[in-house]
T-cell receptor
Framework: AQTVTQSQPEMSVQEAETVTLSCTYD???????LFWYKQPPSRQMILVIR??????QNATENRFSVNFQKAAKSFSLKISDSQLGDTAMYFC??????????????FGKGTKLSVIP | DTEVTQTPKHLVMGMTNKKSLKCEQH?????MYWYKQKAKKPPELMFV???????INESVPSRFSPECPNSSLLNLHLHALQPEDSALYLC??????????????FGPGTRLTVL
């Protein structure tokens, strides 16, 4: 079974600054995927960024990038030029195949990020 | 259209009531999921349907009964619930994939309160 740990329950950042959210995981698998999801207050959860474990290059999506350290089993999310709309709960998720074409997400406990004007 | 819709948005029910939650998507996804999310906690997987067949039941009590009548619809039938079942129930869907996972698209959820 996989476990996902987010050690920062809450964080805050000034608007336009950069913040890094940490995530570590434990698995015995060699090929896997990791996702970061964002859940704004009272709004639906959306995918922020994804990383394939077999890719050495860190994924980037506009202002969002990851620092993926496979040997250390670490998958941190960096948000540059933070905006008020980035205020949300951020969940790190380990993705495992559950059969018949479906995938199972194992979430960390989440980090509540507040962007301060 | 990348939308997953869920109805109702809010539901209050007594422990003897029978109610249903509905989830719908028109993205052609053939994998659909039910999650339960308690306040300030991550979502917990309940059920997975793949090609309209139940593929995963995470040891969910029988008072929760899922149904997938077609590839666009997913229902969760509720009966004799307990107050501790009060939570946000999230539906998600994705394209099935064997080589790599597709993004799971989440609905806004149904906020359930059991009295």
């Amino acid at each position: 079974a996989q476990t996902v740990t987010q050690s920062q329950p809450e964080m805050s950042v000034q608007e336009a600054e950069t913040v890094t959210l940490s995530c570590t995981y434990d698995t015995s698998e060699n090929n896997y995927y990791l996702f970061w999801y964002k859940q704004p207050p009272s709004r639906q959860m959306i995918l922020v960024i994804r990383q394939e474990a077999y890719k050495q290059q860190n994924a980037t999506e506009n202002r969002f990038s990851v620092n993926f350290q496979k040997a250390a089993k670490s998958f941190s999310l960096k948000i540059s030029d933070s905006q008020l709309g980035d205020t949300a709960m951020y969940f790190c998720a380990f993705v495992s195949y559950s059969g018949a074409g479906s995938y199972q997400l194992t979430f960390g406990k989440g980090t509540k990020l507040s962007v301060i004007p | 259209d990348t939308e997953v819709t869920q109805t109702p948005k809010h539901l209050v029910m007594g422990m003897t009531n029978k109610k249903s939650l509905k989830c719908e998507q028109h993205m052609g996804h053939r994998a659909m999921y039910w999650y339960k999310q308690k306040a300030k906690k991550p979502p917990e997987l309940m059920f997975v349907y793949s090609y309209e067949k139940l593929s995963i039941n995470e040891s969910v009590p029988s008072r929760f009964s899922p149904e997938c009548p077609n590839s666009s619809l997913l229902n969760l039938h509720l009966h004799a619930l307990q107050p501790e079942d009060s939570a946000l129930y999230l539906c998600a869907s994705s394209h099935p994939g064997t080589r790599s996972p597709d993004t799971q698209y989440f609905g806004p959820g149904t906020r359930l309160t059991v009295l």
